[in-house]
């Protein structure tokens, strides 16, 4: 568990520690407006993009090897990135970052499918959700906590060379803390599939994460509107060759399972509403506010410290509730964005008026990650661990793209009023959009025994 959970906390911690540093950056690189957009979203383009192909590479390859290769790729990339002389050789390292956390994502969520049974892969789910939260919420004041400090003169730049020492010691570990498991009978790439899912994925988040700052030009629109034609390419592609006995990346089968059917929309929903949360939380603190990057941090602390807490508890609480446990979290996060936009829109509260929505928040998002990935791994045979854990990253990804392009869209429109009323706004949609996964939580099957691994016996080799 240290060693996928410290890969888990890599990839997260790197989505949002780069925010606090864009000043600094842009400053010594002359970056401008478009290329620091880049070095935020180009991370994210490819980690989302590439998630269903390395899926079934691990699931071909050996989850192992593909989990130390991602590792070895990221690292790599992060050490680019420390050194980068200029905006455009930055832009670049960060694009390979995200392929290489595209390796390690859904390779972490599979070990737990195929290592874990019944009560223990709960627990595990749970404590990686409890990373995953933790590194989100935590990104922000690990990056303050690093620039304040600034060892060694480095500036901006120890934001990714912090992850060079992380990332070797990982490697060294690896691959005797783990495992090999790979499906058996090499199950074949589908060549034709992972073109039409990676064209429809870059069609879809392209201009949702580079579209706002461009103005919404003709080809953001023109993109957007080849997707779904390229996502029903892809579905269609998927049906018929299953139909021909093949192996389609993502089997349409699978959703003839309710809990499964369901949980991947619940996700999907709750996913909108998480990094477009802490991009204009993060933006009312520094800009609205006025705080500093390490100030900002100690505030994003106070939600980490209540997601850490509540995601403890979630898989007991999930195992004695059930799905009601979903339901209870996501009201509460509905009730913290409420409370965030009652206290600044109306009221015009500060930094201490909105510390108990930020309570509730946190406690909210603790109880619905971990049960709502369990609910969907639950029927999931082992065998194919690697293609659902691809699935489930891709869905995360395209969440938070959709959600802070969305949620972006509110923020910036009503900014010219000021960036207490965006907040406040933006908050209120967000609390409409838990309730709707509340909704959604509703219909979730109730606990099932666990599906027994078939013989897919780990090799030490």
């Known amino acids: ?23 600094d950056l842009q400053r010594d690189l002359h970056a401008g407006p478009t290329a620091l957009e880049w070095v935020v979203a180009g991370y994210g383009l490819t980690f989302a993009v590439l998630l269903l192909a390395a899926g079934r590479l691990g699931d071909r390859l050996g989850r192992r090897r593909l989990l130390g290769a991602g590792v070895a790729l990221f690292t790599l990339a992060s050490l680019m990135c420390g050194l980068a002389p200029s905006a455009p050789v930055l832009i670049g390292a960060r694009l390979l970052q995200g392929a290489g956390g595209a390796l390690i994502s859904p390779t972490v ?23 995953m939260g933790l590194a989100a919420a935590g990104g922000q004041l690990v990056g303050g906590l690093l620039l304040h400090a600034d060892p060694f003169g480095l500036g901006w730049r120890i934001i990714f060379l912090v992850n060079v020492p992380v990332g070797i010691a990982l490697l060294a570990v690896l691959f005797r803390a783990l495992p090999e498991f790979r499906t058996p009978g090499r199950p074949p790439l589908d060549p034709a599939g992972l073109l ?40 269609v592609h998927q049906r018929r060759l299953g139909r021909r006995g093949g192996r389609p990346l993502i089997d349409p089968a699978w ?33 609205g506010r006025g705080l500093s990057a ?21 898989a007991a609480l999930q195992a004695r509730f059930g799905r ?49 990935t369990a609910t969907v791994l639950a029927g999931v045979d082992p065998a194919r661990a ?17 959600g802070v392009a969305a949620i972006g869209l509110v923020f910036f429109g009503a900014a010219g009023r000021g960036y207490g009323p965006a907040f406040s706004l933006s908050s209120l949609a967000l609390a409409v ?23 897919v016996a780990p090799s030490r080799k």
């Open 109 to 131: 969520l599979a070990f737990i499918g195929v290592l874990y049974q019944g009560a223990a892969r709960a627990r595990a789910i749970g404590r990686y959700a409890s990373a």
């Open 433 to 455: 959009l838990l309730v709707t996964v509340a909704a959604g939580a509703h219909r979730l099957p109730g606990p099932r025994p666990a599906v027994r691994p078939p013989a």
């Open 294 to 314: 390490l100030e900002s941090g100690l505030v994003f602390s106070v939600l980490a410290g209540s997601y850490f807490v509540a995601s403890l508890r979630a």
């Open 255 to 287: 959703w003839a399972d309710r809990g499964f059917r369901v949980g991947t929309a619940v996700q999907l929903v709750f996913w909108f509403g998480q990094a477009s949360y802490f991009l204009v939380l993060a933006l009312w603190l520094q800009v």
């Open 196 to 235: 039409l899912a990676t064209l429809a994925l870059t069609a879809l988040v392209l201009p949702l994460v580079d579209g706002r700052s461009q103005g919404w030009p003709a080809w953001a629109w023109l993109s957007l509107s080849l997707a779904p034609v390229l996502l029903t390419a892809f579905v």
């Open 386 to 402: 690697g293609a659902v854990s691809g699935l489930l990253s891709t869905l995360q990804q395209v969440g938070n793209a959709v």
């Open 1 to 23: 568990m240290p060693v996928l959970l410290t890969g888990t906390c890599l990839i997260v911690l790197d989505f949002f520690i780069v925010n606090v540093a864009l000043g």
């Open 324 to 372: 009601g446990v979903v339901v209870a979290g996501a009201l509460l996060l509905a009730a913290g964005h409420g409370w965030t936009a009652a206290v600044v829109g109306l009221a015009g509260g500060g930094v201490a008026a909105v510390l108990p929505g930020l309570l509730l928040a946190g406690c909210g998002m603790g109880l619905c990650l971990a049960p709502i």
